[in-house]
């Protein structure tokens, strides 16, 4: 077994570090407050190659590995974990439409995609499908050389603003076997989108329900072949997990050294709070429970990387630790704040909004026990 | 017109340096290390020189441990072709620096190289100077702007009081100075693709130099801790102190 990074991965990490130190901390704290989606900041990230991390790279994908992918997400959520969750979004979503669409397909929106000139969007969840994703109710239907669409998403990162949206629509009989999964590009006819969501965090996102009214699309436009749709998407959201749960990491480290700088310097009872054993013993927890969930993450990385039996149950199981205790680590790094922790002032309370909702997107952590179990109970 | 950029692996400028408990230097060992800043404003500068159509290839070389490759590899990501690697163990000084570089030259043959104007781990802002009197090339130091020409280029250079732009004839020496560009981040595909440039190494002695130090360190020191400051009542309080504690007025 190896545990260390190897000398690319170590050189991909000080770049995405120093991009996210030098090009999104600066401007977090504003792209929170102001609800600021930075297209500007997203494609300069693209031109070095965040834009298709794990995509093939005859479109302009940087072709490298999920294990490489996690740890580029871990850093640029130090930064601002709603500003690298939208960027994985758009890599998982520009990942099903390079693995499983045709030729022609890709080569018409991977381009653009891999630049971020386009911005790219995962739909599968609906007012009343989340969990039970494989109930979905938004029908394709075939009309000669075109799919016409019926039907809403909910929830949908980049909604309103994304160029493209790769969608799973119902082709067919009831359950994941009759859905079909198609790109659909804003701008159709029949396509519109609810009101901005108004969020706890993940502020530097757009969010809102799309909506399909006889919208019509291109037959070329479906990914993989009909009835595939479900597992297409279940395979983008294998890497989707690793990855948000990445974003946790990220999040919850930044955290943790917040709290060790301002346990450096606050004062009380005459000794500095870094003094004191029992927030030590604290510290020396958060570090080890952030240590081992990254561990977990990695070894699902290498598991999807080395396409193991068992990887969506690790991927499952990573997700569900490392964004568990991603919130729990920021919780415990508020608290060691103390009241400073609850105001803007500090950086604390944004980490906490933003990695909140990890715990419930990219499939519930109660859905992740499900995969899980079913794996061990058969 | 091949450039040739030397590099240096240097403390990270993040990096809060500690004094070694023997009093023997800095503490390097577990401490992140990078490329000197001023010298990824000349490998940019190199590299943008080639995207011009200016310069036909970029050549750096690093002067120090086989960890340097590390640093050599960071170049080539950003864009450098080919990268050499002279092993020297412990503290180079400038002017060894320049005897080595000056044998990389005659090897080389570049018709311009470019340096970051010092290193800030020891600041000493001296290598460019000597290659310059070494090689008997003209030189043109903390240059903020590069215009070639034919055969010659101008150079601003940031001086007291203001720019100062000379022309000197290639080949030349040209040390950099902070505001000349502002370095790029090296893409994944470019990091992945500098695995494959070629780097060569070799040894001081390669070039005939001796680089046994001519200074010896005695002590490294902390800078003295800063003393506490005081809140004065008011404006004649701080003039009276100006005049009779500090003596500044």
């Known amino acids: 077994m190896q545990f260390d990074l190897t000398e690319d991965q170590r050189s991909f990490q000080e770049m995405a570090r120093n991009f996210a130190n030098n090009e999104i901390l600066p401007n977090a704290e504003e792209w929170d407050d102001q609800s600021i989606f930075p297209e500007e900041t997203l494609r300069a990230g693209a031109a ?34 709603s500003t ?64 016409v669409l019926n039907g809403a998403k909910a929830f949908i990162s980049g909604g309103g603003r994304s160029d493209i949206y790769v969608v799973m629509a119902r082709t067919g009989e009831e359950g994941p076997k009759g859905i079909s999964c198609f790109v659909v590009e804003n701008g159709t006819s029949g396509l519109s989108f609810g009101a901005q969501e108004r969020k706890l965090g993940w502020k530097s996102q757009p969010t809102s329900s799309v909506q399909f009214d006889d919208c019509r699309i291109p037959v070329e436009n479906l990914v993989g072949s009909e009835g595939q749709g479900f597992a297409i998407a279940m ?22 050294e917040a709290a060790k700088s301002y346990m450096a310097e606050r004062k009380q009872f005459g000794r500095r709070l870094d003094q004191f054993q029992a927030l030590q013993f604290k510290l020396a927890d958060m570090a080890t429970e952030l240590e081992a969930a990254r561990l977990m993450l990695h070894r699902a990385a290498s598991a999807l990387d080395g396409k193991h039996p068992d990887a969506t149950q690790y991927c499952a199981m990573a997700k569900r630790l490392a964004t568990d205790t991603g919130f729990s680590v920021v919780n415990e790094a508020l608290q060691l704040h103390g ?24 499939g519930t952590n109660e859905i992740m026990r499900v995969i899980i179990a079913r794996k061990l109970i058969g | 017109m091949k450039v040739l950029v030397p590099v240096k692996r240097v403390v990270d400028y993040n990096v809060k340096v500690r004094v070694k408990a023997d009093e023997s230097g800095v503490e390097t060992a577990n401490v992140k290390m990078s490329m000197n800043p001023f010298d990824e404003i000349s490998v940019e500068e190199a590299i943008r020189l080639k995207e011009a159509g200016k310069a036909t290839e970029v050549v750096v070389v690093s002067i120090g441990t086989a960890q340097s490759q590390d640093t050599l590899r960071n170049a080539l990501a950003m864009g ?29 043959e570049p018709g311009l190289v470019l340096l970051g104007k010092q290193a800030i781990d020891d600041d000493s802002n001296q290598t460019a100077q000597m290659l310059g009197a070494l090689t008997g090339w003209p030189q043109a130091t903390f240059v903020s702007k590069i215009e070639l020409g034919d055969g010659s280029m ?16 290639m080949p030349a020496v040209v040390s950099v100075d902070l505001r000349l560009n502002e370095p790029r981040y090296a893409s994944l595909p470019n990091i992945m693709k500098a695995k494959k440039k070629p780097l060569d190494t070799k040894a001081a002695a390669d070039y005939g130099v001796d680089v046994t130090p001519r200074l010896k360190t005695l002590k490294v020191s902390e800078p003295p801790a800063r003393a506490a400051g005081i809140i004065v009542g008011s404006v004649s309080e701080l003039v009276e102190k100006l005049k009779n504690e500090a003596k500044v007025i």
């Open chain 1, 339 to 362: 009241g400073y922790g609850y105001l803007k002032d500090f950086p604390i309370e944004r980490y906490l909004r933003d990695l909140r909702v990890h715990q419930i997107l990219e």
């Open chain 1, 84 to 147: 690298a969750a939208y960027i994985s979004i758009h890599n998982m979503a520009s990942w099903m439409i390079d693995r499983f669409g045709n030729d022609d397909l890709r080569a018409r929106v991977l381009p653009k995609l891999m630049v971020m000139d386009h911005f790219a969007s995962y739909c599968l969840t609906e007012p009343s499908a989340g969990s039970d994703a494989a109930s979905l109710k938004t029908r394709a239907v075939r009309d000669g050389d075109h799919y």
């Open chain 2, 154 to 169: 101008e150079a601003t250079r940031e001086v007291d009081g203001g720019l100062e732009t000379i022309k000197v004839n």
């Open chain 1, 235 to 256: 395979a983008g959201l294998d890497g989707g997990r690793l990855n948000i749960g990445a974003c946790s990491l990220g999040g919850a480290r930044a955290s943790l």
């Open chain 1, 48 to 81: 070095l190659g965040f834009g298709g991390i794990y995509c093939r790279a005859e479109h302009g994908g940087s072709e490298l590995t999920r294990l490489d992918a996690a740890i580029i997400f871990e850093e640029l959520a130090s930064a601002c974990p």
């Open chain 2, 80 to 108: 450098a072709d080919r990268a050499i690697l002279v092993e020297a163990d412990g503290e180079v000084e400038p002017l060894a620096v320049a005897k080595i570089l000056k044998g990389v030259i005659a090897e080389e």
